[in-house]
């Protein structure tokens, strides 16, 4: 197991394919969070976040290794979600809840071994928040993959209603999600209760979604939320694997070193 030491190592596109070492550049006062599963477990999750999976049975959600995907190192979180009955969720997630600031930029690389080819929603990337009062916790952003008549997969960004802001969906058809691949996605979300609130999504670098002005939370509580969570889907059971993710101060892009814990 590799040290939790809280310096970062980067890795430049040069170094890496010229076989170089890596480069320390110390700390990095823009991250504020980020995990590369290195630690072989959840803690870097559990340690300010949480996780869960439902029904038993049903989802699945744990940090495998080598032959399954991973983008750096030799761990990575896979995501396992099963149909369930009309109405019924099986979720397979983890999240952070603490230090989250009122803006900031969001990312974690996404692979996706096969294609959805049927699905009520199956989100992913998601935001949720409190009423104002703090009693209840729910869902407030959800990015979702999609499948049209066709069978073609495309992403979706629900908003849930609260107060008064009604419930809306915006579709983004282009640029198309890469199967077998890894791929980064990022947002930045300002998140405040009035229309100076702003959330914006970047696929591969190339922006998809971009909502201002806009109330974009009830209150200043943030959970962010990676993996599954579906009513039905196919295939069955559908499986993600999400690797080095991170909150920061700046946006990364898909082009930024390769991060993981020093020796």
Not at 104 to 111: I, K, M, R, V
Request: hydrophobic letters at 40%.
């Amino acid at each position: 197991m590799k040290s939790s030491s809280p310096f970062f190592v980067f890795a430049a596109a040069a170094l890496a394919t010229c076989g170089c070492a890596p480069a320390d550049l110390g700390q990095d006062p823009n991250f504020i969070w980020w995990t590369d599963h290195e630690t072989g477990n959840l803690a870097d999750w559990d340690q300010g976040g949480s996780h869960w999976t439902y029904p038993q049975g049903g989802a699945n959600l744990e940090v495998v290794t080598l032959p399954n995907p991973t983008r750096s190192g030799k761990y990575s979180l896979m995501s396992s979600v099963r149909s369930q009955a009309t109405g019924i969720q099986a979720a397979a997630q983890t999240l952070r809840t603490s230090g989250l600031p009122e803006e900031a930029y969001y990312s974690a690389w996404y692979y996706l071994p096969a294609p959805i080819t049927q699905t009520t929603y199956w989100a992913f990337f998601q935001y949720r928040s409190r009423n104002a009062d703090n009693s209840t916790v729910f869902n407030v952003w959800d990015l979702e993959v999609l499948v049209d008549d066709n069978g073609a997969m495309y992403l979706s960004l629900y908003l849930h209603a609260f107060g008064s802001v009604s419930a809306a969906r915006t579709d983004a058809h282009t640029p198309s999600i890469p199967i077998g691949q890894w791929f980064q996605v990022e947002a930045f979300l300002r998140a405040v209760n009035d229309t100076t609130g702003r959330l914006t999504i970047w696929l591969n670098g190339t922006q998809i979604f971009d909502v201002l002005p806009q109330q974009t939370m009830p209150s200043s509580y943030i959970e962010w939320v990676v993996g599954g969570l579906t009513e039905s889907i196919n295939p069955d059971p559908a499986v993600v694997f999400i690797d080095d993710a991170a909150v920061t101060k700046r946006q990364l892009g898909p082009n930024f070193p390769v991060f993981w814990r020093g020796n």
